[in-house]
């Protein structure tokens, strides 16, 4: 896989199949990325599972916080990296050790590691990185045009609000 450049239809397919999401790195202020990214994709549908050792057994946007990937106790089909490029190995050897193994690793904006993903693509993980999904999710949905952005979609198709204000199932877009 080419990680300087994903083609839509890859991050579509991966945001399309995955619903149980471990965030590593989650934060409990508002202020940071990662509480807005949690926020969001809570909100899309996604079942967001925070991962932060300093806030284990409490509660984040309603989501019970765990100190590990080894302490989920469901099956998680995607690990998202918030941390830093360095942290992002020994996550993908945490995330490697789970059973059943995650489906995609996913590593945020400005957080790549290209050894770990050569590790977890071995094992036919899908890897993206420096990348985020709220973007991703926004850009191909056509949310993000609503804030003036440009999404790099080009479609004739009206948009279908989910009743919340957002396009839920836009996806499906080619």
């Known amino acids: 896989m080419n990680h300087d450049n994903y083609p839509n239809d890859y991050i579509r397919g991966i945001l399309n199949s995955v619903k149980t999401i471990a ?9 940071r990325p990662s509480w807005i990214v949690t926020k969001y994709l809570l909100e899309r549908g996604y079942d967001v599972i ?14 019970t916080v765990y100190a590990s990937l080894k302490d989920v106790p469901v099956p998680i089909d995607m690990v998202e990296v918030f941390r830093n490029s360095e942290a992002a190995g020994p996550i993908t050897d945490e995330a ?9 690793l996913w590593m945020q904006l400005s957080v790549r590691n290209d050894d770990a993903a050569a ?8 890897v993206v990185m420096d990348r985020c999904p709220k973007i991703e999710f926004g850009r191909l949905s056509g949310e993000i045009s609503w804030q003036g952005v440009n999404s790099r979609m080009i479609s004739a198709k009206k948009p279908v609000l989910s009743g919340k204000g957002f396009q839920k199932l836009s996806l499906n877009r080619p």
Do not use: M, Y
């Open 50 to 63: 925070p991962i932060n050792p300093g806030l284990a057994g409490t509660e984040l946007l309603g989501k």
């Open 23 to 31: 965030l590593v790195g989650a934060s409990q202020n508002p202020a």
């Open 96 to 104: 490697l050790a789970l059973d059943p193994l995650p489906k995609v």
């Open 119 to 126: 590790k977890a693509e071995a094992k036919g993980l899908k």
